[in-house]
């Protein structure tokens, strides 16, 4: 069964501007299309559900953990929490590495909501507006708005990865518009480096320095 999957023209920063890459809009089979749309039409807010309590409070560890790399980008707590929480949401819906997709945003459009390409990518994935007729809506300001903007790219690159048998070197150049050169890939994998998490409680700083402090579940 097709899973979700992000579609987007890639970029590289320059300057802080969008350069986004020369992606090429591809015909889809009509099962393929019917896939994709039911997945960027599914309607439930980005709401974390968790099992267990264990599993909760590694969500939260990697929320503190991700908010404090991503303060000096985004300074707002409550727009940083919903954006965290949307990438959370939406990359593990897709079956993506949340890491990975942090790492393709940051290079995509340097985490800027309303980032646009000279071809016209748009938003935090640089999603090309030709996606929004073939799979959304029709509107390409959608693509403005964060979580369907992070949603059609997870759900596109999903798609890509699966078109590549899992090759996520060659589904990224598809993302990019550039499949079988390295530098976008090689891009991404750097970035990505710098999101990875490690599932470590954060010691709570007690306010009586001759008292030890307790480990408690890290946040911002």
């Known amino acids: 069964m097709l899973q979700p999957a992000l579609a987007g023209a890639g970029m590289l920063l320059l300057g802080g501007r969008a350069q986004a890459g020369a992606q090429v809009e591809e015909p889809l089979i009509d099962s393929v299309r ?27 560890r990697w ?12 300074a707002d707590w409550t727009e940083r929490k919903e954006f965290l929480q949307t990438i959370w949401y939406e990359s593990r819906r897709a079956g993506l590495d949340t ?18 390409s000279p071809v016209g990518a748009r938003g935090y994935m640089q999603v090309m507006p030709f996606w929004t007729r073939l799979i959304g809506n029709g509107d390409p300001s959608s693509l403005f708005h964060m979580q369907t903007n992070l949603r059609f ?16 070197y060659l589904a990224l150049g598809r993302y990019n518009g550039s499949r079988g050169q390295p530098q976008y890939p090689r891009a991404v994998f750097a970035a990505a480096r710098g999101w990875v998490f490690t599932d470590t409680p954060v010691p709570e700083r007690s306010p009586d320095p001759a008292k030890p402090a307790e480990k408690v579940p890290g946040g911002p």
């Open 153 to 168: 790219g997870c759900v596109i690159l999903r798609h890509y990865l699966d078109r590549e048998n899992g090759d996520l």
């Open 63 to 74: 929320l503190g953990q991700m908010s404090h790399r991503l303060v000096r980008r985004k």
């Open 99 to 116: 890491g990975l997709v942090l790492g393709l945003v940051q290079v995509e459009s340097g985490f800027r909501k309303f980032a646009v």
């Open 34 to 60: 019917t896939a994709l749309s039911a997945a960027v039409a599914y309607g439930a807010p980005p709401v974390p559900d968790f099992p267990n309590t264990e599993a909760r409070l590694t969500y939260l």
